[in-house]
Each structure stands twice: as structure tokens, then as C-alpha cells.
């Protein structure tokens, strides 16, 4: 795995770990079993899914779920030097939504 996509996964795990610490169920282990269902795609699938909707470089993933529904938040550096986002549904690699 290159560099950039390790340092960006373990980024993503340990943010998703944070709430564990506090008492609360933890988000990794919700998305690892969500992964195992095949309710979400690996993370690698989403950001080249993301990337070719929105070519540049991720500075932030958050998985977020709703009623069911998983989506991948990516925010993106653009070449222009714009800080962009787009959403991705975490199961079909669906865009949802250009910001």
C-alpha cells in the first residue's frame, strides 16, 4: 500500500476509534463488521472512485451511517489548490455529491 493511502487509512481508524475511548460503541469495529457484510467497499475502492470523480489529493475521510445507509465523506485538494468534497455511498461507490 503506498505511503500516502497508510497514513490516510491509519488517519481514518483512529479517528473512527476516538469515540471508543469515550464509552461509546466503537466505529471501527462497526465499519469493520460493515466491511465484513459487505455493506461498504475497502476503503482503496472508495478513494479511486473518489479520485476520478475529483482528481487530487484526500486530506480527510470520515464514514458516517444513517438509518442503514453508509457514506464516505472525502475532502479533497484539487491542483487549483481548492479544498473540495465529495460524497460517496460506501456500498454501490455511488457519487452522491460534488462540494
Given at each position: 500500500?503506498?505511503?500516502?493511502l497508510?497514513?490516510?487509512?491509519?488517519?481514518?481508524?483512529?479517528?473512527l476509534?476516538?469515540?471508543?475511548?469515550?464509552?461509546?460503541?466503537?466505529?471501527?469495529?462497526?465499519?469493520?463488521?460493515?466491511?465484513?457484510?459487505?455493506?461498504?467497499?475497502?476503503?482503496?475502492?472508495?478513494?479511486?472512485?473518489?479520485?476520478?470523480?475529483?482528481?487530487?489529493?484526500?486530506?480527510?475521510?470520515?464514514?458516517?451511517?444513517?438509518?442503514?445507509r453508509?457514506?464516505?465523506?472525502?475532502?479533497?485538494?484539487?491542483?487549483?489548490?481548492?479544498?473540495?468534497?465529495?460524497?460517496?455511498?460506501?456500498?454501490?461507490?455511488?457519487?452522491?455529491?460534488?462540494?
Open positions: 500500500m503506498p505511503k500516502p497508510l497514513a490516510l487509512a491509519t488517519a481514518l481508524l483512529v479517528s476509534s476516538a469515540h471508543a475511548a469515550f464509552g461509546d460503541e466503537s466505529d471501527q469495529d462497526r465499519a469493520r463488521r460493515a466491511l465484513e457484510r459487505g455493506e461498504i467497499r475497502p476503503l482503496d475502492q472508495v478513494l479511486d472512485a473518489a479520485r476520478k470523480a475529483l482528481p487530487g489529493d484526500v486530506v480527510k475521510v470520515e464514514l458516517d451511517e444513517d438509518d442503514g453508509w457514506t464516505y465523506e472525502i475532502k479533497i485538494l484539487t491542483p487549483s489548490g481548492e479544498r473540495r468534497e465529495v460524497e460517496i455511498d460506501a456500498k454501490s461507490l455511488r457519487v452522491l455529491e460534488i462540494d
